[in-house]
């Protein structure tokens, strides 16, 4: 090949152009980046730039005859991979490297015979026109190299091995969600609560080994003004292989409207495969950073500006769907969605501030920060939609035999969901809440358990549960027995409390809490015992027969009275239902203390003069039959008696 010595006449005045390129090949030279070829080749131009010196006219010829041969050892070199189609770079590492050699010298002499075109002769001016000619070709040829060595050296994203996977959480309950509009029953899901990590695994995207090469190309094009073509190429190959990543995440492609007319049920679905896919997309992102500043860091400007381009189009899809999914209706159920999703933006935010820090990706932020503003907006409406639902239920027929009414177990079931979503909504609804005396908490941190029952989300819990006593107040009027009523308040009541005992809710709710409502329904205990029984124990008080205020027939008469009463009871409430069997139990139990103790003292007192054929049960009768009460399946009291007969 020979060495770069100068062959071509210098105009006067060029020496400071010269100047300025050694300044410039000394400053490449001086990256860290660069891999020994090119480093090389740097050397010999550095060399080829110094030895340059202004021909007389009489040298002309002679340094032309070499320039032609030197650009013909280059033309061959070039024109010998036209035709061949493997992979250079695999093919043969160091006829890639002198591939490079003789496009970096066709590139010099193109800069000379350039400043010479408006002055030389007719044949250099042909000879740049075919150095402009070969020029092109090695680029189109480098430009295939290119995407050649970024497909066929692609690394496969792990979704196996990555540092974290995030599907949101499912609400647990063990009672089924119903639907304060219709009362369907839903089925019930369970929790898988992965918490997110930081991006700390940073997987090669790219074989590490083929870097250089890379670069080199990167260098050579750019060096030719072939760096919009190279940006295009790398950027076309890398965004592909980005939304190849939703493909396998399986993130479909929805408008706004499709995502706007979906079922809850493929919402939902859709839903969590977007939290996951936001996770997994973004620790991608930090790949293809590196990536990006691996083979741009020494190129200028251009590296945030391609990081962008091969971004935006997947993140403008996952933008979209969360735009929708925060304009939609605000039902209920999509709390725990919205705030899985706004959880999972929040817990990324700063890695998209630190990925798109520079000017080109400003547009990116601010969509980011948007969609979290809106996420936030739709999560605090879907609260207030929920409390609205309750208020407005209206129930016109009682439920049967005085069981927990359905919007009870809604209302519980729904609320003992939300202690796992704590910290997110005392950042949403502290701006609701700013009368509590009590610091609000931001998201990152964790409360204290003592503060618990007075932050945002506590007062939250609480105002719901007050919208929805008055609601059972208003309900337990439809029953027309007095004693049904409390019976359905205290089944109501005991049912809340046992809620808030039984999870995490009672760090919210407080000792406070709980205590005036097991004093509710201990009330109502008592109420449906002087609603049941007051009358008929009234019966069984008096002296005994042949005192002055009593007589025998008197005393038949009470006994005759009272056991129409209690059979009359007996008829009706062991129709009516006490689902706890705690409290259906103790309720038995202070009913039997109260009723068979009075039956047992009368009788004894007044056996003699009552006499055997009106002493229809004995106690432990009674005892038996207040038993069989509150199993919300009638019975007949005769039936019974025969069958423990």
């Known amino acids: 090949m020979g060495d770069f010595r100068s062959v071509l006449p210098l105009c006067e005045g060029e020496q400071h152009v010269i100047a300025a390129t050694q300044h410039l090949v000394k400053a490449l030279r001086a990256s860290k980046n660069l891999d020994d070829d090119l480093r090389k080749i740097l050397s010999q131009l550095e060399s080829h730039l110094s030895g340059m010196t202004i021909l007389s006219p009489e040298s002309r010829g002679t340094g032309f005859r070499e320039f032609e041969q030197q650009f013909k050892w280059a033309e061959e070199k070039i024109r010998g991979w036209e035709s061949n189609q493997s992979l250079m770079w695999d093919s043969d590492p160091l006829e890639a490297s002198e591939y490079l050699k003789a496009v970096v010298e066709i590139q010099t002499l193109v800069e000379g015979l350039q400043r010479l075109s408006m002055s030389g002769s007719r044949k250099q001016k042909e000879l740049l026109n075919q150095a402009d000619s070969i020029l092109q070709t090695a680029m189109s040829r480098l430009e295939e190299e290119l995407v050649h060595i970024l497909v066929k050296h692609k690394q496969y994203f792990d979704l196996g091995n990555m540092s974290f996977q995030y599907y949101g959480k499912d609400v647990v309950y063990d009672e089924s969600f119903v639907s304060v509009e219709d009362m369907r029953i839903e089925e019930a899901s369970q929790r898988n609560n992965s918490g997110n990590e930081s991006v700390d695994c940073v997987p090669d995207l790219v074989h590490p080994q083929v870097i250089p090469h890379l670069k080199s190309i990167a260098t050579v094009m750019f060096a030719s003004n072939y760096h919009q073509e190279f940006c295009q190429a790398f950027v076309s190959v890398r965004r592909d292989a980005l939304e190849e990543y939703l493909v396998i995440l399986k993130v479909e492609k929805f408008s706004i409207e499709n995502v706007l007319k979906m079922e809850w049920d493929s919402l939902n679905f859709e839903i969590r495969k977007w939290i996951r896919a936001l996770n997994v997309i973004i620790q991608y992102l930090a790949s293809e950073k590196r990536l990006c500043d691996q083979v741009f860091g020494d190129l200028g400007f251009l590296n945030p500006f391609c990081f962008v381009e091969i971004s935006k189009v997947s993140l403008l899809h996952l933008l979209n769907f969360g735009e929708a999914i925060a304009m939609g209706t605000h039902k209920p159920e999509k709390l725990f969605r919205l705030l899985d999703m706004y959880e999972v933006v929040a817990d990324n935010l700063l890695y998209i501030d630190t990925l798109f820090s520079e000017e ?110 008055p609601k059972l107040d208003s309900n337990s009027k439809l029953y027309k027995d007095c004693a049904l009523q409390h019976i359905f308040l205290m089944n109501n009541y005991h049912y809340m409390v046992e809620k808030a005992k039984s999870s995490e809710l009672k760090l919210f709710f407080g000792d406070e809490w709980i205590r005036e409502h097991i004093v509710k329904f201990k009330q109502h205990a008592t109420s449906y015992e002087r609603a049941t029984w007051s009358s008929a124990l009234s019966l069984l008080g008096g002296g005994r027969a042949g005192s002055n205020s009593t007589s025998k027939t008197i005393l038949k008469e009470k006994c005759r009275g009272f056991i129409i009463a209690f059979e009359e009871v007996y008829k009706n409430q062991t129709g009516w239902s006490i689902p706890d069997p705690r409290l259906r139990e103790d309720l038995q139990i202070s009913t039997s203390q109260k009723v068979v103790l009075a039956y047992s003292y009368f009788i004894g ?5 009552i006499g055997e054929k009106y002493i229809k049960y004995t106690t432990d009768d009674l005892e038996k039959y207040i038993l069989d009460l509150f199993e919300g399946s009638p019975k007949s009291l005769q039936r019974s008696r025969s069958r423990r007969n």
């Not at 007192?605 to 003069?609: E, F, G, P, V, Y």
């Open 360 to 469: 080109a990706g400003t547009c990116v932020r601010i969509e980011f920060h948007k969609l979290l503003r809106r996420l936030a907006d739709s999560a605090r409406a879907t609260l207030l939609t929920f409390g609205n639902a309750i208020a407005a239920n209206a129930s016109t027929s009682p439920v049967p035999r005085g069981k927990i009414h359905p919007l009870t177990r809604y209302v519980m079931n729904y609320i003992k969901t939300l202690p796992i979503y704590c910290s997110i909504l005392n950042v949403l609804l502290k701006d609701q809440n700013a009368a509590s005396s009590n610091p609000v908490v931001e998201l990152e941190n964790e409360l204290e358990v003592s503060s618990m029952a007075y932050c945002p989300m506590a007062c939250h819990l609480r105002s719901i549960t007050s919208i929805l006593e």
């Open 605 to 609: 007192r007044n056996s003699a003069d």
